[in-house]
């Protein structure tokens, strides 16, 4: 529960993504006091938030993040405490790579939504960043410390958002940065990883993978809604922290697939796995493992569901949810 003494209202933005959607759920399950409102476009896929039809505890308020004066106008009304930035353009679909809507996006909206934020006296401005900032690495886990190396549009857009927020800090809000690391649970796109393997190999259906040795870091998503509920409330020893938020953790995608297939009885002699059949993607990052330190230090934070754990939620989860994929597994 997040402390309502000192946090009246939050206002965030990317409500119906992933995340936004397991953050929303959480802070309007457990907070009823707290004043939430969203920023939406009006042709958002608002298919995670279905079951928000029956609670009505939010205030929604529609408009494209490039509409500057009806943003402040939305911000100057609610005047929220927290803001949480997670809108973002090319974060879904890795084939939005059009750089002038990405800085446009990213950049040039992030800092408008963060200027107007500070001149109505916010409290805290957290804003999402993406451990695909920090590029190719060495076998060794990545710290905050570590130069960026974007490879991609999107990554690219997400550091040069956070090193205007470090250089256009203002006098009233504190910035908080969370570069999480492998997110997975419900109501993930379903191009993601853990959604395609499970719902496929619930209907004993072929999946069809790169050789599986990209080694990455994975979190379940609630461990990653402690983390921001944590960033809403506390008081950095600086105006700018940069957090990662990861388990530190390795796990190849290789393993993560045998292990979900295991949970589902499922062998590799069954031949439903075809692992190899896809190549790496361009620039694919072979490494992306998080070193935790300063989060756990700082937010006295750490994750506390492991990988099997997570899988056994997940499976449970999309076995009876799957109809919300029903289109994309036909």
Known sequence: MVNNSTI????????????????????????PDIDISLILRKKSRNWRLSWLQKKKKVNCY??????????????????????????AYGVVNPRDQNIRKSIKI???????????????????FVFFGSCFEYGRKQKKPISESDMPDPLNIYALTKIMAVKALEMNQGNNSNIIILRPFGI??????????????????????????TPGNQIRDYIYVTDLIKAIKISMEIRPPNRFEIFNIGSGIEHSIKQIVLKIASHLK??????LINLGKIPYRKNEMM?????NKKARQ???????TDIDTGIKKMIEWYRTNSYYYKSQTK
């Open 8 to 31: 009246h209202s939050i206002l965030i933005t990317g409500g119906t993504g992933f995340i936004g959607s397991n953050l929303l759920y959480d802070l309007v399950t457990n907070n």
């Open 62 to 87: 529609y408009s494209n993040l490039i509409e500057y004066n009806k943003i402040e106008s939305i911000v100057s009304r609610i005047k929220p405490d927290v803001l949480i930035h997670l809108a």
């Open 106 to 124: 990213n950049v040039d909206s992030t800092l408008h939504l963060y200027d107007v934020f500070n001149k109505y006296c916010g409290q805290k």
């Open 184 to 209: 997975y649970g419900e109501y993930e796109d379903y191009s993601r990883l853990f959604p395609y393997v499970i719902l496929n190999l619930l209907k004993n259906k072929k999946i069809y993978l």
């Open 266 to 271: 499922i062998k590799e002699k069954d031949q």
């Open 287 to 291: 490494y992306l493992v998080a070193q």
């Open 298 to 304: 700082i937010l006295k934070w750490r994750p506390t």
